[in-house]
């Protein structure tokens, strides 16, 4: 744990030291613009308080407004020492510390999960790959909600991912659950990722081998831990937009998948202005890399394959797939 804490430490203070202090892009604003009205007016509306027109509501899912809350409290409270019209600037500064947090925080969890199956030297170096040879770093200059995706997804699947252990216990199974059933609240893209670590879950030899019972009984543990945000999720969606199966997207959301396929995809892998191996090099290990973990063990090797290209196919065709003000490829 002292390994993880100083990964978690060293890091945290190379990404403050180099974030920007300010957004770079429209989806930032737009979340934190809910984090603002939650924080002083107590709404869900963004426009003005005395405006004529109708309540305006973020395009986006409240997860990772609700998730910045503390951070903006604090830079209220750090922004009455400064004159009144850099307040606005102070807060948005500590706001932007909310991804330094979490990508530092799920650099520490890799080298945590990598100590599992690996020595002391080589979870170190996955940990400092991650943190330091990824997307991660340039995302922490960001309020984008990818980075706290990322890590619900991390944390989710490291409640049921046991390599030398037992079975996961039901209650694991149901906090796995509930982290998944987080991820459309912050994307709701990410749902994408719910069936995909309950396939994972069920196709463990300790659950498979045992009986057809055992299986739906974890079914029926990571249904019930997922229900509980979703849940969540839809009642917000059905005060806001009148559906609980409606988003701030709204009834057009199929309007927007407008981008010829192969300009989408090949454009997230090769393409020179965002593609996945000219802004991170190192994704040129994932097929070897892939290749060693599916004699180690398949499922796995699949489950990490099918999280990958989940994404990948969905923003293909996104009228966005290039993450519009953000570096490198984004999604």
């Not at 924080?39 to 509501?57: E, I, K, M």
């Not at 991820?183 to 196709?203: E, H, R």
């Amino acid at each position: 744990m002292r390994v993880a804490g100083a990964i978690f430490c060293i890091l945290l203070g190379l990404y403050l030291l180099t974030t920007g202090g300010h957004f770079y892009a429209f989806d930032e604003e737009r979340m934190y613009d809910l984090t603002e009205a939650i924080g002083v007016r107590g709404v869900l509306y963004l426009n003005a308080p005395d405006s004529d027109q109708p309540p305006v509501y973020s395009s986006y899912g409240p997860g990772q407004s609700i998730a910045g809350l503390p951070l903006f409290l604090l830079g209220e409270v750090i922004a009455q020492g400064v004159p009144e019209d850099l307040r606005p600037w102070i807060t948005r500064a500590v706001v932007g510390w909310f991804n330094p947090l979490i990508t530092a925080f799920l650099a520490a969890l890799v080298y945590l999960a990598s100590r599992r199956i690996t020595p002391h030297w080589p979870a170190l170096l996955a940990a400092l790959a991650y943190g330091l040879g990824s997307t991660a770093w340039p995302h922490t200059k960001t309020f984008f909600a990818e980075p706290l995706t990322a890590l619900l997804w991390f944390m989710a699947f490291l409640l049921v991912w046991h390599p030398t252990g037992p079975a996961p216990t039901g209650p694991a199974i149901i906090l796995a659950g509930f982290l998944a059933g987080l991820t459309p609240s912050v994307k709701i893209q990410a749902g994408l990722y719910i069936p995909i670590l309950w396939a994972y879950l069920i196709a463990q030899p300790e659950v498979r081998r045992v009986s057809l019972l055992q299986a739906v009984r974890t079914t029926l543990q990571f249904g019930l831990g997922a229900a509980i945000p979703l849940c969540a999720l839809a009642l917000y969606n059905l005060a806001l937009f009148g559906s609980p199966l409606r988003t701030g997207y709204g009834d057009s959301i199929w309007e927007l998948f407008t981008t010829p396929f192969s300009v989408g995809f090949g454009g997230q892998i090769w393409g020179l202005r965002r593609g996945l191996i000219w802004c991170m090099p190192l994704s040129l290990l994932i097929p070897p890399a892939l290749i060693v973990l599916w004699r180690r063990d398949r499922g796995l090797a699949l489950f990490c394959l099918a999280v990958f290209m989940s994404q990948l196919l969905f923003y293909a065709t996104w009228f966005a797939w290039d993450g519009a003000g953000a570096w490198g490829p984004r999604f």
